[in-house]
């Protein structure tokens, strides 16, 4: 589904991701419900057509490559690596390598989750390191 313009009101424009739901005043915010939606399981076709969704692919590659680094930490919540790609060794060598903090571990569900700030933001930017290797980065 593509970010479309709708009205806020008051003679005000706004967007909105899809046909429904809210109206927001920037384009940032419809782009960060869309995602919020996919990671939450929304299986819809992405509307790869859209600049939007390169933009935010190429954002998302240089952040994740800052963070590996080391650069810009700020605001990461926590470190996830899927099961089926690493055992729990394996996980904790990596997440120790990249300078992650592994003492508040939750291997419960489908990752190892290593993390690394409390959640004190409104929402959560997932953001792919490399593939099967995923950190949630808080948005105020």
């Known amino acids: 589904m593509p970010i479309k313009s709708c009205s806020l009101g008051g003679g005000k424009s706004g ?3 899809g046909n429904h739901g809210k109206c927001y005043a920037s384009r940032e915010d419809a782009i960060k419900q869309m995602k919020a939606a996919y990671y939450n399981g929304y299986t819809g076709a992405l509307d790869t057509s859209s600049a939007d969704i390169a933009k935010l692919a190429v954002a998302n590659y240089l952040k994740a490559k ?4 080391g650069e810009h930490r700020d605001g990461i919540h926590a470190l ?3 099961k089926t790609q690493f055992t729990k060794e ?15 571990l939750n291997d419960e569900h ?3 989750v290593f993390v690394q700030a409390d959640a004190d933001y409104n929402d959560f ?8 290797i995923d950190t949630l ?4």
């Open 15 to 17: 967007y909105q991701w």
């Open 90 to 104: 394996q996980a904790i060598a990596y997440a120790t390598k990249h300078k992650f903090a592994t003492d508040k």
């Open 137 to 140: 980065i808080g948005i105020l």
């Open 110 to 112: 489908m990752h190892f």
């Open 80 to 82: 996830l690596l899927d």
């Open 125 to 132: 930017n997932l953001i792919e390191l490399e593939p099967g």
């Open 66 to 69: 800052e963070i590996l680094k």
